[in-house]
């Protein structure tokens, strides 16, 4: 009899396959990672500076400490989010590319266990390019965190991130269903999701159709929760309902995405989708 | 040492005198959808093309046999075995690894298989040690053992262990092809499926890969199922050899029997004159899927 204890060892084993796998090639490709660093790190200073300037864009007075706060916001939680979905949504692609994808399909692993493993790295990945991000910005511009509250903003971080994973493990489906395709569908789902979700501005300036586009994405909530908790100081109790309401839609997204992944492995083994030849 | 795999001891019960692998009128067609745009589809213009790479394959392995599938490019081998892989589901009959059904059961069923391709996919900037390390742990084998484990396999086969951390591009292609071997040992696989696993090799590693298929048998006790278009492999490596022609098994026997059946007058022939006579093609031909449906 096999005891339970065994396969989930068995299976968690399998998981850190995963993470460890991505970190050895984390550490192969560091030219190119440092590459993606120095690129959103710029990305997040432009974006940044756009807020330290705008009395002298607009002639008017701005608070430009609230406007750069906002937007460091905007684009930190957007790197993090980003990071997540890139790393799980790419999963597919990657081993396409390597010509792995068949040896890791056909390993006696469920898919939530691969799943899991990939998930696990993305998030560490992503806090720790946010982390670097964040520490390079702060050392140019005078940010205060007085009054901010830093671990409800934590929390909607983590929760919003369930969210994403659940849209990473569906968008990398398109390129299981479309080798040639699929990579640049992933990156148009990203696209609308950051036009969409009011990470730079409020959602309420959108069109009344794009608002409720708007209203569907978890990012906007995410980002919502955040910019009360940091900007305004919500303590958590306050930001509790819309954290469980995330984390719910959270969980919710990653069984529908695991649940698609399935049904798409099943589809592609009858269409011969992962590979033929002879 | 397999007993440290986590994946062995979770291993199904394989009963006594149980066939290794039973393969029933299988078959299998895909659509060539390349010529055919959504839109042309939807409307009815271009209806997409289909072929059939598997037709009515049947046969049946022993316990501990090396069985070849014999056949040109294109003649339905790759199909055959990603079958036996659980990585295509073909359209009609079954396949049995040990009595599981590799679609109905197929969690089971990659317990007790491994599979050698072509090409040796690996992460090519990863070493040999950390590519075979992301294999171990997908099948339970962890930390130490695991390492030991690789260490082992990777000096049985003749590397060099300066090339043990090097990333696996800078190696010849017959050296990463002993290295996805080593990757199905070290799985301890009770059948091991080999894709043409000596294709494109220089004569010496193809020596050497054929070495280490016998040596596989000898002291694994598997059951091998090889797929070739190399006469002189299948003839010198298998038990039985069931030759493959446009996703058909035109003969199933013996490689002495297979040239029985052909010889006349009691010459001796090789197996290229029994490829010949038996599906009016030669060996380097490339194979036609059949065409079933479409315009």
């Given at each position: 009899?096999?005891?339970?204890?065994?396969?989930?060892?068995?299976?968690?084993?399998?998981?850190?396959?995963?993470?460890?796998?991505?970190?050895?090639?984390?550490?192969?490709?560091?030219?190119?990672?440092?590459?993606?660093?120095?690129?959103?790190?710029?990305?997040?200073?432009?974006?940044?500076?756009?807020?330290?300037?705008?009395?002298?864009?607009?002639?008017?007075?701005?608070?430009?400490?609230?406007?750069?706060?906002?937007?460091?916001?905007?684009?930190?939680?957007?790197?993090?989010?980003?990071?997540?979905?890139?790393?799980?949504?790419?999963?597919?692609?990657?081993?396409?590319?390597?010509?792995?994808?068949?040896?890791?399909?056909?390993?006696?692993?469920?898919?939530?266990?691969?799943?899991?493993?990939?998930?696990?790295?993305?998030?560490?990945?992503?806090?720790?390019?946010?982390?670097?991000?964040?520490?390079?910005?702060?050392?140019?511009?005078?940010?205060?965190?007085?009054?901010?509250?830093?671990?409800?903003?934590?929390?909607?971080?983590?929760?919003?991130?369930?969210?994403?994973i659940g849209l990473g493990i569906m968008a990398s489906v398109l390129p299981l269903l479309f080798p040639e395709r699929g990579a640049q569908m992933t990156h148009m789902v990203q696209a609308l999701l950051l036009l969409f979700s009011g990470v730079y501005y409020p959602i309420d300036?959108?069109?009344?159709?794009?608002?409720?586009?708007?209203?569907?994405?978890?990012?906007?909530?995410?980002?919502?929760?955040?910019?009360?908790?940091?900007?305004?100081?919500?303590?958590?109790?306050?930001?509790?309902?819309?954290?469980?309401?995330?984390?719910?839609?959270?969980?919710?997204?990653?069984?529908?995405?695991?649940?698609?992944?399935?049904?798409?492995?099943?589809?592609?083994?009858?269409?011969?989708?992962?590979?033929?030849?002879? | 040492?397999?007993?440290?795999?986590?994946?062995?001891?979770?291993?199904?019960?394989?009963?006594?005198?149980?066939?290794?692998?039973?393969?029933?009128?299988?078959?299998?067609?895909?659509?060539?959808?390349?010529?055919?745009?959504?839109?042309?589809?939807?409307?009815?213009?271009?209806?997409?093309?289909?072929?059939?790479?598997?037709?009515?394959?049947?046969?049946?392995?022993?316990?501990?046999?090396?069985?070849?599938?014999?056949?040109?490019?294109?003649?339905?081998?790759?199909?055959?075995?990603?079958?036996?892989?659980?990585?295509?589901?073909?359209?009609?009959?079954?396949?049995?690894?040990?009595?599981?059904?590799?679609?109905?059961?197929?969690?089971?069923?990659?317990?007790?298989?491994?599979?050698?391709?072509?090409?040796?996919?690996?992460?090519?900037?990863?070493?040999?040690?950390?590519?075979?390390?992301?294999?171990?742990?997908?099948?339970?084998?962890?930390?130490?053992?695991?390492?030991?484990?690789?260490?082992?396999?990777?000096?049985?086969?003749?590397?060099?262990?300066?090339?043990?951390?090097?990333?696996?591009?800078?190696?010849?292609?017959?050296?990463?092809?002993?290295?996805?071997?080593?990757?199905?040992?070290?799985?301890?696989?009770?059948?091991?499926?080999?894709?043409?696993?000596?294709?494109?090799?220089?004569?010496?590693?193809?020596?050497?890969?054929?070495?280490?298929?016998?040596?596989?048998r000898e002291t694994h006790d598997a059951t091998i199922l090889l797929s070739t278009h190399d006469m002189q492999e299948a003839e010198t490596l298998c038990d039985r050899i069931a030759i493959l022609d446009e996703g058909r098994i035109v003969a199933l026997d013996t490689p002495e029997?297979?040239?029985?059946?052909?010889?006349?007058?009691?010459?001796?022939?090789?197996?290229?004159?029994?490829?010949?006579?038996?599906?009016?093609?030669?060996?380097?031909?490339?194979?036609?899927?059949?065409?079933?449906?479409?315009?």
């Amino acid at each position: 009899m096999i005891s339970l204890w065994r396969i989930v060892r068995f299976e968690l084993g399998a998981s850190y396959a995963f993470i460890e796998r991505n970190l050895h090639l984390v550490r192969r490709y560091m030219g190119w990672e440092l590459v993606w660093f120095a690129y959103s790190l710029a990305s997040a200073l432009s974006i940044t500076y756009i807020g330290a300037a705008m009395d002298r864009i607009s002639g008017a007075k701005v608070n430009t400490d609230y406007l750069i706060l906002y937007l460091l916001i905007g684009t930190l939680v957007w790197r993090f989010l980003s990071v997540i979905f890139d790393n799980i949504s790419e999963m597919i692609q990657w081993e396409r590319w390597e010509g792995t994808i068949e040896y890791t399909l056909m390993a006696p692993i469920h898919r939530f266990t691969h799943m899991l493993g990939q998930t696990a790295f993305a998030i560490l990945h992503g806090l720790l390019l946010s982390a670097g991000i964040a520490g390079a910005v702060v050392l140019l511009f005078d940010v205060s965190l007085a009054g901010a509250n830093v671990a409800g903003a934590l929390f909607m971080l983590l929760a919003g991130g369930l969210s994403f994973i659940g849209l990473g493990i569906m968008a990398s489906v398109l390129p299981l269903l479309f080798p040639e395709r699929g990579a640049q569908m992933t990156h148009m789902v990203q696209a609308l999701l950051l036009l969409f979700s009011g990470v730079y501005y409020p959602i309420d300036v959108l069109p009344g159709w794009m608002q409720v586009i708007a209203r569907v994405s978890p990012a906007t909530y995410v980002l919502q929760g955040i910019r009360e908790a940091i900007l305004q100081g919500t303590p958590t109790v306050v930001l509790w309902p819309r954290f469980v309401v995330l984390a719910v839609t959270g969980v919710g997204l990653m069984g529908v995405g695991v649940l698609v992944f399935n049904r798409a492995e099943q589809y592609a083994k009858r269409t011969g989708r992962l590979k033929r030849s002879g | 040492m397999a007993q440290n795999v986590i994946a062995t001891q979770l291993r199904p019960h394989i009963a006594p005198g149980i066939p290794a692998v039973v393969v029933e009128h299988v078959s299998k067609s895909f659509e060539l959808d390349e010529r055919a745009s959504w839109w042309e589809r939807l409307r009815g213009r271009r209806r997409p093309r289909r072929i059939r790479a598997l037709q009515d394959v049947s046969f049946t392995v022993a316990p501990g046999e090396i069985f070849g599938i014999l056949g040109p490019n294109g003649s339905g081998k790759s199909t055959l075995i990603r079958v036996l892989s659980t990585l295509i589901i073909p359209d009609s009959g079954r396949a049995l690894v040990f009595g599981y059904d590799v679609v109905q059961q197929d969690m089971i069923v990659k317990r007790l298989i491994n599979r050698v391709s072509v090409e040796a996919a690996f992460f090519k900037k990863l070493s040999p040690v950390e590519n075979l390390m992301y294999g171990a742990r997908l099948y339970g084998l962890h930390g130490t053992a695991a390492r030991e484990r690789i260490y082992s396999i990777l000096h049985r086969l003749g590397l060099r262990e300066s090339a043990f951390h090097q990333p696996m591009e800078e190696m010849s292609r017959g050296m990463q092809q002993k290295v996805a071997i080593a990757r199905a040992f070290l799985t301890s696989p009770v059948v091991l499926l080999l894709d043409e696993p000596t294709t494109g090799l220089d004569p010496r590693s193809k020596r050497e890969v054929q070495a280490l298929i016998r040596e596989l048998r000898e002291t694994h006790d598997a059951t091998i199922l090889l797929s070739t278009h190399d006469m002189q492999e299948a003839e010198t490596l298998c038990d039985r050899i069931a030759i493959l022609d446009e996703g058909r098994i035109v003969a199933l026997d013996t490689p002495e029997g297979l040239k029985a059946r052909v010889a006349a007058n009691g010459r001796k022939i090789s197996m290229e004159e029994v490829f010949l006579a038996l599906t009016g093609k030669q060996m380097d031909e490339v194979g036609d899927a059949v065409m079933v449906e479409g315009n």
